[in-house]
C-alpha cells in the first residue's frame, strides 16, 4: 500500500524564522512528488517535482526532491503569519489513472 | 481559485440516508478524482473519472459511486450513510491524457453525518 509521511506533524515558529518540512515516500510506480497548502478548505497547489536534486523555487519557498532517499523538503524562508496552514504532501503514482496518495500534512503556526 | 466548484458547501445528513456531491471542473480539464479528508487527515483517494468511466479507485466501499457527465462535470454518490462519513469532500480536476498533470482542488463540501 502506498504510504506518505511528514515531519514533523504541528510547528510552531516566529516571524522571520526558517523552516524545514520533510515528506517521505513510498509509492509504487512513482510518478511525482506535490506539495499543497492548506489554509481553510481547499488545497492549493505549491509545486510538482518529477526529476531528482532540482531545486524549484517561487519567492520564499522552495522545494527539492531526493529519488534515492524517496524524500522530499520544503523549505519557507523568513515565515509570516499568512504563511501558517497545513502543509501537504503528496506521492503522484501510476499510469493512466494517476492517483494521489497525501501525507498527514504539518499544520505550521507563525507567531508575530 | 481553481475554477474548480463544489456544491453544497454544508450538508448535514443522518445515518443510512443517501447524498449526492457535485463537481464541476476547470475549463479544458476532463479528468475528476475524489477525496475524503477526515478530520487531522490528509485527503484520501476514493476514485477518478475520465471520459465518464471509472479510471482508478482507492480503497472504499460499493456504496460511493460516482459519474462524470460529458461537460466533464462529476457526482459523488454515498449510500447508507455512517458515522464515519463525516469529512471533507474533495474534488480535483486535471487535464489526464495518460500523463503526468497537475490536480486543482475544489473547496469541498463538509458532511456531517448524525
Known amino acids: 500500500e502506498d504510504k506518505v509521511v511528514q515531519s514533523p506533524l504541528s510547528l510552531v515558529v516566529h516571524e522571520g524564522d526558517t523552516v524545514t518540512l520533510n515528506c517521505s515516500y513510498e509509492?509504487?510506480?512513482?510518478?511525482?512528488l506535490l506539495w499543497y497548502k492548506q489554509e481553510k478548505k481547499a488545497p492549493t497547489f505549491l509545486f510538482m517535482l518529477t526529476s531528482s536534486g532540482i531545486e524549484k523555487k517561487s519567492g520564499r519557498l522552495s522545494s527539492i526532491l531526493d529519488k534515492k532517499e524517496l524524500s522530499s523538503i520544503l523549505n519557507i524562508t523568513a515565515t509570516q503569519t499568512g504563511d501558517s496552514a497545513i502543509y501537504l504532501c503528496a506521492g503522484g503514482s501510476g499510469g493512466s489513472n494517476y492517483k494521489l496518495t497525501f501525507g498527514k500534512g504539518t499544520l505550521l503556526t507563525v507567531n508575530p | 481559485e481553481t475554477g474548480v466548484t463544489q456544491s453544497p458547501t454544508h450538508l448535514i445528513k443522518t445515518r443510512g440516508q443517501q447524498v449526492t456531491l457535485r463537481c464541476s471542473s476547470q475549463s479544458g480539464h476532463n479528468t475528476v478524482s475524489w477525496y475524503q479528508q477526515a478530520l487531522g487527515q490528509g485527503p484520501q483517494f476514493i476514485f477518478q473519472y475520465y471520459r465518464e468511466e471509472e479510471n482508478g479507485r482507492g480503497n472504499f466501499p460499493p456504496r460511493f459511486s460516482g459519474l462524470q457527465f460529458p461537460n466533464y462535470s462529476s457526482e459523488l454518490n454515498v449510500n447508507a450513510l455512517e458515522l464515519d462519513d463525516s469529512a471533507l469532500y474533495l474534488c480535483?480536476?486535471?487535464?489526464?491524457?495518460?500523463?503526468?498533470?497537475?490536480?486543482?482542488f475544489g473547496p469541498g463540501t463538509r458532511l456531517t453525518v448524525l
Open positions: 480535483a480536476s486535471s487535464s489526464l491524457a495518460g500523463g503526468l498533470d497537475t490536480q486543482y
Open positions: 509509492v509504487t510506480n512513482f510518478r511525482s
